[in-house]
Structure formats: structure tokens, C-alpha cells
């Protein structure tokens, strides 16, 4: 069982920068490959960013590559979302995720474990 909590949302205007953060409870954080989400309203869940459990093989969504950096310390259990450059479609309820098999990390539907999700707002 994997726990995840994530933190660091907020208002900020366009151009700012944001920093999420995903702690996980369970000592299996660093086995299990992570990803962001977000949900802006009346809309899908889609991915954002992913990473591999060693931290070597990371993922982007075209609308975000360039400015979002994904990372993680297994040590700490936390993965991360530097946010820069931020624009008001960036707006959403950001989710982090867990899961076990790389194949199926750049589907929502391929993931284990979600957190609660951090409301991210940007204006204009």
C-alpha cells in the first residue's frame, strides 16, 4: 500500500513558478515509477510529467516540456514538479501517482495509487 500526499499548490500570476511536492508513506517509493496529473475543470484527467523509479527516464506532455521539471529523492520518499513559466491553461488540481509497471505510466489508467490532488491556479 502506497500513501501519497501532495503539497505546494497555489495562486500565482502568469510567469511565476510553483514547486509541488508528492511525499509517500511506504518504504516501496523507490520501486514504484510516479507521475503528475491534473484535472482542470470540465475536462479529463491528463498526464503531465512521469518519471522511472530510478529517476532516469522521465516523460513530458508536449504542452508542458520546457517548462515543468519532474524529480525525485528516493532517501526522502518525495517526488517533485518544478513549475515554471506558468500559464493560466496550466490551471488545475494536480495529482501525483504511483505505479509498478512502467508499460502502462503514460495512461491515468495504468496507475495503482493517487493522492488527494493540490489545487493549482494561475492568472492572467
Known amino acids: 500500500q502506497v500513501q501519497l500526499v501532495e503539497s505546494g499548490g497555489g495562486l500565482v500570476q502568469a510567469g511565476g513558478s510553483l514547486r509541488l511536492s508528492c511525499a509517500a508513506s511506504?518504504?516501496?517509493?523507490?520501486?514504484?515509477?510516479m507521475g503528475w496529473f491534473r484535472q482542470a475543470p470540465g475536462k479529463e484527467r491528463e498526464i503531465v510529467a512521469v518519471i522511472s523509479w530510478s529517476g532516469g527516464i522521465t516523460y513530458y506532455a508536449d504542452s508542458v516540456k520546457g517548462r515543468f521539471t519532474i524529480s525525485r529523492d528516493n532517501t526522502k520518499n518525495t517526488m517533485y514538479l518544478q513549475m515554471n513559466s506558468l500559464k493560466p491553461e496550466d490551471t488545475a488540481v494536480y495529482y501525483c501517482?504511483?505505479?509498478?509497471?512502467?508499460?502502462?505510466?503514460?495512461?491515468?489508467?495504468?496507475?495503482?495509487?493517487w493522492g488527494q490532488g493540490t489545487q493549482v491556479t494561475v492568472s492572467s
Open positions: 501517482a504511483a505505479t509498478s509497471n512502467w508499460s502502462y505510466a503514460r495512461s491515468t489508467n495504468g496507475y495503482d495509487y
Open positions: 511506504a518504504r516501496t517509493f523507490s520501486r514504484n515509477h
